[in-house]
């Protein structure tokens, strides 16, 4: 730890006077990251068996309303591969914009780290800096395996004018699709079981670009 003045005796009165005095930006930062890795496992941990999840990842905010569509849009272009009779579908919705609190934003990029490694959503819409970031981490599928649209970087495909998106009310000019490969670390039983959702991010982003 980093030393400011004359440091008092460890856990006396003075001691966390100080402590607070000069390490208070620090702990409310650890504090506010650790928060976001947790809820973030928990999440993933307790999500319910959806037949798609799908992550949105900008700098660009959109509201509530639009996320509730996008839900609904992707319901209705999806199969039912939990076969439960109803088609079900999540939206992660992670704000990578710059922030006043450089906190919220610390926590935002912790989440986003989180969620790439242990996500369960198999179709991203990302902004082209996160189209590369995620790309270049090697999660995506090629897009030569899953649609014939040309990709700007081997792995995405540009949403820019996309009616479906921009009916809800979402900014297109900087956003891409890409679908998450299976990995090969991945257990053989949780191929099986996530194959039929990976054919529904692909089926989903081959209906944004028009390629169903």
């Not at 082209?128 to 700007?152: F, H, I, P, Q, R």
């Not at 299976?182 to 079981?193: L, N, Q």
Request: charged share 25%; aromatic share 14%.
């Amino acid at each position: 730890m980093e030393v400011y003045g004359t440091k008092p005796k460890r856990f006396t009165k003075e001691w966390w006077e100080y402590f607070w005095d000069y390490y208070k930006l620090h702990t409310i930062a650890t504090i506010l990251v650790l928060t976001a890795v947790i809820s973030t496992l928990v999440e993933c941990a307790h999500r319910k068996d959806y037949d798609l999840q799908l992550d949105f990842i900008s700098e660009n905010p959109i509201t509530t309303d639009a996320a509730s569509k996008l839900t609904s849009l992707l319901e209705n272009n999806i199969a039912d591969v939990t076969e439960n009779g109803k088609t079900e579908a999540f939206v992660t919705y992670i704000d990578m914009g710059e922030h006043s609190d450089p906190q919220y934003t610390q926590a935002m990029y912790t989440k986003f780290s989180v969620e790439i490694g242990y996500t369960e959503s198999f179709v991203f819409l990302l902004s082209k800096k996160y189209a590369d970031t995620v790309s270049e981490a090697g999660a995506l599928e090629e897009a030569k395996n899953w649609c014939s649209a040309e990709s700007y970087n081997g792995y995405c495909v540009s949403l820019s004018g996309c009616e479906y998106l921009e009916d809800l009310g979402i900014d297109t000019t900087d956003l891409y699709v890409g679908v998450i490969k299976m990995r090969e670390r991945d257990k053989e039983a949780y191929r099986i079981k996530n194959l039929p959702k990976q054919e529904n991010g692909i089926r989903f982003a081959r209906f944004l670009i028009n390629e169903e």
